[in-house]
């Protein structure tokens, strides 16, 4: 299996833009989330979603931010308009159900002007 | 307020030598512990784990001890290696379908 991967590895921006970060999961998985690393916040949970439910959205920093999972291999992060304190590296993880352990993605590290 | 603290920014220790990293929570409903190991531009990787119902785990060179009293675990690694230089991150949960916690991560520098 590839793992799970994510697109795109940097992108940079400027603030006021849409930004689109993706995930595809390890197929079989039926969890995914998304974290997002700062140096003052660590890692922290903005989403999760059990077989393509959303079902825990409150580390979701602000309206601003939306994600979505149409399907079992696919979600997508969305910052709508981005803002420099948005910049930061996105994880996407993924389980399978009655696991604890999550494997991660190699993040998307986001700039924002 | 975090529930999952790692109050050592950073660790340096020579190699061959114990490396101790220290993990301390405060949920009382966390059942099970992980450590996850991360190299600089790649996601973190798992690394160890212990269940509550454990006070050790051992695989190979790491080692976690869970002290659930003192609400207390410790990652130790032993000989250290330049390899083991990264960041590491303690997480916790409570089992069942619920995310992973994770501390703020201590970055370990093994010089040789």
């Known amino acids: 299996d590839a793992g799970v991967i994510q697109s795109p590895r940097h992108e940079v921006t400027e603030m006021g833009q849409e930004v689109t970060l993706r995930c595809k999961p390890i197929?079989?998985?039926?969890?995914l989330f998304w974290y997002r690393q700062t140096m003052m916040r660590g890692l922290e949970l903005l989403i999760y979603?059990?077989?393509?439910?959303?079902?825990?959205d409150s580390g979701m920093p602000e309206d601003r931010f939306s994600a979505k999972m149409p399907n079992a291999s696919f979600s997508t992060l969305k910052i709508q308009p981005s803002e420099p304190r948005d910049s930061a590296v996105y994880f996407c993880?993924?389980?399978?159900?009655?696991?604890?352990?999550?494997?991660f993605g190699a993040g998307s590290r986001l700039t924002v002007l | 307020d975090q529930q999952v603290k790692q109050n050592s920014p950073s660790l340096s220790v020579q190699e061959g030598r114990i490396s101790i990293l220290n993990c301390d929570y405060t949920?009382?409903?966390?059942?099970?512990f992980l450590w996850y190991k991360k190299y600089p531009a790649e996601g973190p990787t798992f690394l160890i784990s212990i269940s509550s119902i454990k006070d050790k785990n051992e695989d190979g060179r790491f080692t976690v001890f869970l002290n659930k009293s003192a609400k207390h675990l410790s990652l130790h690694i032993v000989p250290s290696q330049p390899g083991d230089s990264a960041v590491y991150f303690c997480?916790?949960?409570?089992?069942?379908?619920?995310?992973?916690?994770f501390g703020k991560g201590t970055r370990l520098s093994v010089i040789a």
């Open positions: 993880a993924s389980r399978s159900s009655g696991a604890n352990v999550l494997t």
């Open positions: 997480a916790a949960t409570p089992s069942g379908n619920t995310p992973l916690v």
């Open positions: 197929s079989g998985h039926n969890s």
């Open positions: 979603f059990n077989n393509n439910v959303p079902i825990d």
């Open positions: 949920n009382s409903m966390f059942d099970y």
